[in-house]
């Protein structure tokens, strides 16, 4: 049986937690993901759950002891933003590298300077290759989700890697929709038992964790994170499937709106890839063959199955909330040329940075990029690059 | 150092399984001068022994009886401590 309430995006994460019920959860809370630890506390401290929760001194203890509780073989979340995520980033590598099951919300914002509290993806897209397996998550609905799934798939033999589940500050934390949530009961047949492979606090058979590596091993460990990243592209598909079976929504690595014939397609994550869904249905309803695509997983990046969905493809636009200076285009497009690349396919592919520091973005911006796509397709020029909505 | 395992082979994480295993590993190539201890001139005065941050001062049926150079880094800690008038342990360069 399932529910429907509003919710904001914090507080379904809130929810999730409640329902996972981690043994530990370590946090310093930062605007836009505060919401979570403080609704959790109140969790916490009604006793509607067990978790030992550590409130420390800053995100770096944060993830130390949350790395120190899962390295223990305990059930390990956290949550944070920004700046907090940046001070985080020495251990992250720790936290993958030392193979922690672990879910940490990143509910997205922008970097400073300046200063800016709202919503964008530099600070996750800082985070991408640490190890960590990253998820985003279009609304509300879906943040609840992948926080359920996330337990199973850093929890899982072949993957045992940290999972960070991505929303957009703001837009997604703070705003109320609807959203269907389980049953505790349903949630913890689904996440079972955590049954940890190793335990620091296992003093029959004493273990060291954290030593030093030289330069004739160091290699050697990091190929198994790269292993455990390729394992889980496998339990990403089989637990969206479970999920789905389980409870009604399929998850996969993206969501395809409207692109099994479309010609026009735009690739665009989280929030954004609502408005975006609304232009094509506009687009649509004029005869233009249009299409999303809305990568769910970032890491691992699901490049094979990303080129055969855009086989069909005559031109992409690729929408990034997060810069790169100097790259030759936002992260999500240099993925997504990559992933072109393993097909041949020469596709005309253009990359756009949107929505940084949560600067508007709106269905004109998306009609006014279709137009520009529509001029390249008469006269064979478009800028490669550019920025939407900003000011000369 | 025995034959060098590929990623398969170890264990993920770089977790080291067994307690105590450090002592397989010898730690004296990393030094570039070595204590010379003098048995003749040796006080027993167990500084030395105190001193030594890797537990490498020999002690043999309760008395000094040399060095360990499978562990000592050549710290000179040894040969500092040493009371002067005794004046047992010289620090020489190492030679390769």
Not at chain 1, 312 to 320: E, M, Q, R
Request: glycine share 8%; with cysteine.
């Amino acid at each position: 049986m399932q529910k429907f309430d509003a919710f904001t995006g914090n507080l379904a994460v809130a929810t999730a937690m409640k329902q996972v019920n981690p043994d530990v959860c370590a946090a310093y809370p930062i605007t836009p993901s505060t919401d979570i630890m403080m609704i959790f506390s109140d969790f916490v401290a009604n006793g509607e759950v067990n978790t030992e929760l550590v409130t420390v001194e800053s995100e770096h203890s944060a993830m130390s002891a949350c790395i120190g509780a899962a390295l223990a073989g305990g059930r390990v979340m956290t949550a944070t933003s920004s700046a907090g995520l940046a001070y985080m980033w020495e251990l992250l590598g720790v936290a993958s590298g030392l193979r922690c099951s672990m879910i940490m919300t990143c509910v997205n914002r922008a970097l400073s300077a300046p200063l800016n509290i709202h919503c964008d993806h530099s600070d996750a897209m800082g985070a991408r290759d640490t190890g960590w397996i990253q998820i985003f998550s279009e609304n509300a609905q879906e943040a609840y989700d992948n926080i359920i799934q996330a337990v199973r798939i850093t929890e899982h033999r072949d993957v045992r890697l940290p999972v960070m589940v991505c929303l957009d500050g703001f837009i997604i934390s703070h705003s109320y929709e609807k959203m269907q949530y389980m049953e505790d009961k349903d949630v913890k047949d689904f996440i079972g038992e955590f049954k940890p492979y190793r335990s620091l606090l296992n003093v029959d058979k004493p273990e060291t964790f954290g030593a030093m590596v030289l330069p004739n091993y160091y290699m050697e460990f990091k190929r198994q994170v790269r292993e455990g990243m390729e394992n889980a592209r496998q339990v990403i598909l089989e637990i969206g499937k479970e999920f789905g079976d389980k409870f009604g929504r399929y998850y996969s690595y993206f969501e395809e709106y409207m692109l099994e014939d479309a010609e026009v397609v735009f690739v665009v994550m989280s929030s954004a890839a609502g408005t975006v869904k609304h232009v094509v249905n506009n687009l649509r309803k004029r005869g233009v063959k249009a299409g999303v695509l809305k990568p769910r997983v970032f890491r691992p990046f699901p490049h094979v199955e990303a080129s055969r969905v855009l086989r069909n493809a005559k031109f992409i636009c690729v929408l990034d909330r997060a810069e790169t200076f100097g790259g030759e285009g936002g992260p999500l497009y240099l993925e997504i040329k990559s992933a072109l690349q393993t097909d041949k396919n020469n596709v005309p592919v253009v990359s756009r940075i949107f929505g940084l520091g949560q600067r508007d973005f709106l269905p004109i911006h998306v009609e006014n990029l279709y137009e520009e796509i529509e001029a390249f397709f008469k006269t064979g020029k478009i800028k490669m690059f550019d920025y939407v909505n900003v000011r000369e | 150092m025995s034959e060098l395992k590929g990623w398969k082979e170890i264990p993920e994480g770089a977790v080291i399984e067994d307690a105590g295993n450090s002592q397989e590993y010898k730690t004296g190539t990393w030094r570039s001068f070595r204590p010379i201890w003098y048995e003749e001139r040796c006080i027993q005065c167990y500084r030395c022994w105190t001193f030594c941050p890797d537990s490498s001062i020999l002690i043999k049926d309760g008395k000094v009886a040399g060095i360990n150079y499978d562990y000592c880094k050549g710290c000179g800690i040894c040969a500092h401590e040493c009371p002067k008038k005794a004046n047992a342990i010289e620090m020489v360069p190492e030679r390769t």
